[in-house]
Structure formats: structure tokens, C-alpha cells
């Protein structure tokens, strides 16, 4: 019986492909997930700005 490798093992002459998959697939990742990921923070840290504002007027 031939030992299959483990999930997530590549033979030597397969892991340099299973590295650039992985670079290609997690590359536009990257720079994106930053600007989407700020965008709602960014909202919500506007809105709390605003009801800080709201409220300190009315003090």
C-alpha cells in the first residue's frame, strides 16, 4: 500500500506551483481587505463623532 501524504503536504516537485496558487489567490487580498474592511469602521467611527457632538451641545 503507497502512504498518501497528509492534507496540505505537496510532493517536492508540486509545492513551488502550490506556492504561486497560493500568492495569486492571496494577493489581491491584501490591498483591498484594508480599504473594504475601513470603510464601515470609518462610518461608524463618523456617526459616533457626530452623536459626541450632539450630545456635548446640549450640555
Known amino acids: 500500500m503507497i502512504p498518501r501524504p497528509a492534507v496540505g503536504e505537496?510532493?517536492?516537485e508540486e509545492l513551488p506551483k502550490a506556492i504561486a496558487v497560493w500568492t495569486a489567490a492571496t494577493?489581491?487580498?491584501m490591498p483591498v481587505g484594508?480599504?473594504?474592511?475601513?470603510w464601515p469602521m470609518g462610518?461608524?467611527?463618523q456617526r459616533?463623532?457626530?452623536?459626541?457632538l450632539l450630545r456635548t451641545r446640549t450640555i
Open 10 to 12: 505537496f510532493a517536492k
Open 27 to 29: 494577493a489581491p487580498g
Open 34 to 38: 484594508p480599504v473594504v474592511g475601513g
Open 43 to 45: 462610518e461608524m467611527l
Open 48 to 52: 459616533d463623532r457626530e452623536d459626541l
